[in-house]
């Protein structure tokens, strides 16, 4: 059983950080590949970045490139997702989403199909 707990959500203020942690349990964690995502209110969810578990290739959301940073640690178990230059439109619940399959398979996984976790609030004040 794969279980994914998100972490490190909370308030900033526009222009500042975070860093998100999502703690991921079960086996064989560096053969998959992992992804963020974010859902506003009202509307649906948004892929944010992905890194690929055989290569350790990152891809971004244009919205979010040059100011977010996707990381792993093998070791720990955990996924991060390292955020810069927050912004207001930046505000959402962030999931982070996991399977064994290819990066670009998670990209566009729908919430019914490989391990999601809660999610953690972020709230970006201006």
């Known amino acids: 059983q794969v279980q994914l707990v998100e972490s490190g959500g909370g308030l900033v203020q526009a222009g500042g950080s975070l860093r998100l942690s999502c703690a991921v349990s079960?086996?064989?964690?560096?053969?998959?590949?992992m992804g963020w995502f974010r859902q506003a209110p009202w509307k649906d969810a948004e892929f944010v970045a992905t890194i690929s578990g055989t290569t350790g290739l990152t891809s971004y959301a244009d919205s979010v490139k040059g100011r977010f940073t996707i990381s792993r640690d093998n070791a720990k178990n955990t996924l991060y997702l390292q955020m810069n230059s927050l912004k207001t439109e930046d505000t959402a619940v962030y999931l982070c989403?996991?399977?064994?399959?290819?990066?670009?398979?998670?990209?566009?996984?729908?919430?019914?199909?490989?391990?999601w976790g809660q999610g953690t609030q972020v709230t970006v004040s201006s």
């Open positions: 079960g086996r064989s964690f560096n053969t998959m590949s």
């Open positions: 989403a996991a399977g064994y399959t290819t990066a670009q398979y998670i990209r566009t996984m729908g919430r019914g199909n490989g391990y």
